[in-house]
Nanobody, 126 residues
Framework: QVQLVESGGGSVQTGGSLRLSCAAS????????MGWFRQPPGKEREGVAVIYPSSTSTFYADSMKGRFTISQDNANEMLYLQMNSLKPEDTAMYYCAAAVRYHGGSPLKNEAYDYWGQGTQVTVSS
């Protein structure tokens, strides 16, 4: 059974850091790729970062490059997102997701994933 559970969200001030974790049971070993998404208040969910477990290659949305780092621990079925230099516009619900098959198109798109977690809230104050 696949289960994705995010943790590590919270409230920080501008310039602060947070490390999000995703316990990804039943899916890490068979994922084509895994990713982090976020949904700011009143906006659509958007892709943040992607990692390919077989190669550890990573891919980021432009606005996150240099500030966010996605990583994995396959042995413990964990996915992480290190977020530095946080800005108020980073305030959102953050989700981890897994794709067990290749959907085509960009892996930063919602439709590229098969499984989703429930999310963890990140709030950045100015």
């Amino acid at each position: 059974q696949v289960q994705l559970v995010e943790s590590g969200g919270g409230s920080v001030q501008t310039g602060g850091s947070l490390r999000l974790s995703c316990a990804a049971s039943g899916v890490t070993s068979r994922s084509y790729y895994m990713g982090w998404f976020r949904q700011p208040p009143g906006k659509e969910r958007e892709g943040v970062a992607v990692i390919y477990p077989s190669s550890t290659s990573t891919f980021y949305a432009d606005s996150m490059k240099g500030r966010f780092t996605i990583s994995q621990d396959n042995a413990n079925e964990m996915l992480y997102l290190q977020m530095n230099s946080l800005k108020p516009e980073d305030t959102a619900m953050y989700y981890c997701a897994a794709a067990v098959r290749y959907h085509g198109g960009s892996p930063l798109k919602n439709e590229a994933y098969d499984y989703w977690g429930q999310g963890t809230q990140v709030t950045v104050s100015s």
